[in-house]
Each structure stands twice: as structure tokens, then as C-alpha cells.
């Protein structure tokens, strides 16, 4: 196999190589997250609260639909990092074909799933009558594109397992063009409301697969993978790894979001304003989310190969790094939001009674937005080991119990109501921050088996 596309992260300046790596993957994240925030702007220029509502509400939907994807994307790309720094050049073949074939029937599985059961999941939410056609539109328009959502997730993975992180971007860019132009098309010009955002996210999504899956094709032989159809014969080793992986990473996705899907319906509940502004909100969060979620991505790389290299003490260097940067970012982040609420959501949304409740999410958002700062070292080391357990206790806790019973003991049995469900959604994430920055404090993630070790030829 030829190994051109490979990157080495096992030498060199740890800042400068985290960095390196995380920027391009930071820029690819907020240009992802561009989708929901330009959807969020243009609806509410053109549709106003009711098209907000329901983007919002059938955009955590599909965040859901599509959690496996992320946890066996991300299950792959640990794997392939570890498989690299073991310079185990002939099993990482086998790997990518299995990953790109597990994604795919998990897409075709859960698009038939969203359509069937759009309905009753709306309903389940609480979604605002006024709101419910559009959100109902929205989400079986994006429940038909999910297969370019997985495939797209896929090819990132495999190549940022690999250490090149600079691709998926340019990919990613493709995608945010093509989904503003065909917003301001279909939402302004057509008229189409939530089910225009739809089709300009799903067309979006589509262009930048076809195009990552063509240039891959065209350098096959430096990519080592020569996508014939026998080579996408699922390997049971390969495949056994990756589920070990990617399941827990994909139920902690899952049951953050059903969570936070609880927590939603209980702010749906008191009604279409707060259902706007939460909507609003939850894209502005995502900017903070990309960003300390792309360190974590680039730190699992980087503690992925450097672990398979026997290198624990470079991966210390690469936890605090990693701490210093995304803190650094919270506090200017922080500032902003505390200072001008009012100025940001009036980017996406001016009727006074939004306006009016803005101030009091974006404070209570601040706490939200400190525990992904601090998780995001922990978790990197986490991943990048591949302690699967750990991230199963971590779905549960953080991702279930915790958030729903802070949401539930704030809001309703303290009597706090709206304020109180946002801050029991916020403060739920230090479960995470405590947890592994206990496992990290232990050094037990020094003795860890490696994948690589695990299951052999």
C-alpha cells in the first residue's frame, strides 16, 4: 500500500501539529455548523418564529439520526490512527472498507426509520401546532439525504484517522456554498420555507460526498484503498473493533441528544417564543461545540498514533495543549455573549419578545459553554485510547441521567421553570469534565491495550 496521504503526528511540536491538524478541522466544523445557522438566518428573515421552530426542533432530530454516524466515524478514525502509528499499513485497507460499508447500511436503516416514525417523534417533542407541517417537512426531506450525511462522515474519518485533516475542509466548503445559494433560492425565491432549508442541506450534503468520493477515487493509490466492489467486504475483525468502538461513542451521541430532545419539550412547552429562541440558541452553541469538538477530534488523533508509538509522555503534552487552547477561546466566546446577546440573536431573529428573552439564555448558555471547553482534553484522551467502556458510562451519565434530572430538579421540582431547564442541560456537561479528568489525573490510560493488539491476523 502506498502510504502518500499519511501524515505522521507521532514527531514534531505538539502545539504546532495540534493545531495544524485542529484548524482546518475547526474551519470544516463551523462551516458545518454554517448549515443550521445560515438555515436559522434565512427562515427567519422569510418565515419568521414558526419556520424557526421548526428547523430547530427537526434539526435535533436529524443531530440524532445521524449520531451513529459520528460514533462509528469516529469508532474508524480512532482505529485507522492507531493502525497508522502501528504501521500496520495492510489491516488499514480492510478497516476502510468495512467502516465505508457499516456506515452505509446504518443510513439506509435509519432513513427508513425517520420516515416512518416523523410523525409520532414531532409530536413527542411537543412541537408547536403552528410549527408542526414545516418541522414534519423538514425532517423526512433530511431523513432521504442521510445516506450523503454517513458516506461524507466516512471518508472525513478515514483520512483524518490518517492525519490529514486539510481535505475534509475543502469538501466541507463545497457543501456551505451550495447549501446558501440553493437557501436564498429555494427559502426566498421559491417560497418553500423549512422544507427549502431541507432540500439546500441534504443538496449540499450530496455535492460534497459525490466530490470527496471522486477525488479519492482519481488518487486511489495514494489513498490505498481501490474502492472495488469486493473490497468493501465487511472484515469481522475490523468490523468487531470498529462496533466496539463506535457503539458506545454512537449511544453516548445518542442519548446526549434524546436528552436534550427532553429538554427541548420541556421548553416547547412554554411556547412558540422560547421555542424560537432555544431554536436560535442551539445553532449558536454549536459554534462553541465545533470548535472544542474539533480538538477532541484532532487530540484523539494524535493520542491514537502516539499510544500505538509508545510515545505516553508526548500525550501528556498533548492533554494540556489541547486545555489551554479551547479555554482560551471560552473566555473570548464568554465575553462576547455576556456582553452583547441582544446584538447576536438579532442576527438570526429581531421580534422584540425573542430579543427580550435572549440575555437570559445566552448567561445561562456561558456555564454550557465551560464544560465544552474542559471536556474536550479528557474525552481526546479517552478516544484516542480507545477505552470504549468509559465512553458507555459516560452516555449514560452525562448523555442521560444526569441532564434529565438537573432538567427536571431545576425546572420543576425547584420551580424555576424555563431558566431552570436551560441550566440543568448546562451544568450536566462537567459529569464528563469530572470523569475523565479523574481517568486522566489516574494515568490508568497509560496502561491500556492497544487496538492494534487486540485482534490479529
Known sequence: MNNEMIKDLTEGNVAK??????????LASILQALYGLVDIVIVGQFVGSTGISAVGISGQVLVLLTAMAIGFSSGGQIYIAQ????????????????LFSLLGLLAVGLTILGLCFCPTILRLLNTPEEAFP??????????????????YNGVCAVLRGMGESKLPLFFVGIATVVNIVLDFLFIGGFGLAATGA????????????????????????????DFRPASFQIDSHAAT?????????????????????????????????????????????????VVCGAMNAATSAMVGQNIAAGKKERIQRIFWTNEGICCIFF?????????????????FNREPEVLALAP????????????FATMSAPLGI??????????????????????????????????????????????????TTIVGGLYYASGRWKKRTLLTEQVHQ
Open 134 to 151: 414545516q418541522a414534519r417537512m423538514y425532517m423526512m426531506v433530511c431523513s432521504i439525504g442521510l445516506l450523503f450525511i454517513y458516506g
Open 17 to 26: 501539529q495540534l493545531l495544524s491538524y485542529a484548524t482546518p478541522f475547526i
Open 331 to 347: 473566555v473570548i466566546v464568554a465575553c462576547m455573549f455576556w456582553f452583547f446577546p441582544a446584538q447576536i440573536f438579532s442576527i
Open 382 to 431: 479517552i478516544n484516542g485510547v480507545g477505552h470504549a467502556k468509559l465512553n458507555l458510562i459516560l452516555a449514560i451519565a452525562d448523555g442521560f441521567v444526569v441532564r434529565i434530572g438537573l432538567t427536571v430538579l431545576f425546572g420543576d421540582v425547584l420551580g424555576m421553570g424555563l431558566p431552570g431547564y436551560w441550566l440543568g442541560n448546562a451544568v450536566a456537561g462537567f459529569t
Open 198 to 225: 431541507a432540500l439546500a442541506t441534504v443538496l449540499g450534503q450530496a455535492v460534497s460526498f459525490i466530490a470527496s468520493s471522486i477525488y479519492l477515487y482519481r488518487r486511489r493509490k495514494a489513498f490505498g484503498f
Open 83 to 98: 493502525l497508522v502509528g502501528a504501521k500496520n499499513l495492510e489491516r488499514l485497507n480492510r478497516t476502510i472498507g468495512t
Open 241 to 289: 473493533i470498529i462496533t466496539k468502538l463506535g457503539v458506545p461513542l454512537a449511544l453516548q451521541q445518542v442519548l446526549i441528544n434524546v436528552s436534550m430532545m427532553f429538554v427541548n419539550s420541556k421548553v416547547n412547552s412554554c411556547g412558540l417564543t422560547a421555542s424560537a429562541v432555544d431554536s436560535v440558541g442551539t445553532k449558536i452553541n454549536s459554534i462553541m461545540g
Open 360 to 371: 437570559l439564555y445566552l448567561k445561562i448558555a456561558i456555564v454550557f459553554y465551560a464544560t
